[in-house]
């Protein structure tokens, strides 16, 4: 649970830093610190270019995130597939949803499901055509994520660690956290308190908010960023959502990458 920099954490510190610096905009997601410039979460959603919101809200706001890892599929969380109107349309082959500048259908869902009958809270979508425009998000395929810092980006509701959620915006953020605990299903972390005698928190720190169930958890690697985890859920304690000391919970990509790969070949 520490957050004690080493050398090479403090090299990977100051890339990541060096990432947000260059995607911030002045846009105004993400559940950040109370004491840091909301401005420094602040991002651009075409730096992301596959990532996508499966739904929207009434307010017109992205809802549900999924991530292109291949020019035909998508890798979200498996309970924003269980709308009724996306199992219509999925059932109908045709579910809309914008990607790029580009309106894409989407035509398959394939739930994670191992051959003990285990499930996990991740799904893989298809679309109808290949998506040739964008360039797909690899896995991250080791298994050293712990202590390993993450980066977090999404549309959903934020607010700070003392406020909670409290703003629903539709806005696109970029946050970090640090890997704290990593199980065979899950990589889990925890929203630290910048004003804790233990400084444990990032400069970025920061978990994700309602709507950004399904979005990726992505690690820099030597080759650019790789998703290790897909958003699922969070322990608040009894405390409102969203504040200091809640635990957030990534579904392990690492642990499902085999079942990954096999069902991506299958079609």
């Not at 597939?81 to 309106?103: A, Q, R, S």
Request: glycine share 10%; aromatic share 8%.
């Amino acid at each position: 649970m520490g957050r004690g920099a080493t050398s090479g954490d403090d090299m990977r510190h100051l890339i990541l830093l060096s990432i947000l610096a260059a995607l911030s905009t002045t846009a105004h997601a993400i559940v950040v610190r109370h004491d840091i410039d909301p401005t420094s979460y602040y991002s651009n959603a075409s730096n992301y270019p596959a990532l996508f919101a499966i739904y929207r809200t009434k307010h017109n706001n992205p809802d549900c995130i999924a991530s292109l890892i291949a020019p035909q599929w998508a890798i979200t969380a498996a309970h924003c597939t269980e709308d009724p109107v996306f199992l219509t349309g999925i059932k109908k082959k045709h579910y809309e949803v914008m990607l790029g500048e580009e309106v894409r259908v989407l035509d398959q869902v394939v739930r994670y499901k191992s051959e003990d009958g285990n499930e996990l809270d991740i799904a893989l979508v298809h679309f109808s055509e290949p998506v040739s425009d964008i360039v797909p998000l690899p896995l991250y395929r080791h298994d050293d994520e712990l202590g390993r810092i993450v980066i977090i980006p999404g549309w959903g509701d934020s607010g700070t660690g003392i406020s909670g959620v409290d703003i629903s915006d539709g806005v696109f953020r970029v946050a970090e956290n640090r890997i704290d605990a990593v199980t065979p299903k899950w990589l889990v972390w925890v929203f630290d308190d910048p004003r804790s005698k233990l400084n444990r928190a990032l400069t970025y720190e920061g978990i994700s908010g309602p709507g950004d169930s399904g979005g990726p958890a992505l690690i820099m690697t030597t080759k650019g960023l790789a998703i290790a985890g897909i958003s699922s859920g969070q322990k608040t304690f009894g405390r409102p959502e969203g504040v200091y000391g809640a635990e957030e919970y990534y579904v392990r990509v690492f642990v499902c990458a085999q079942w990954i790969d096999e069902t991506i070949g299958k079609k």
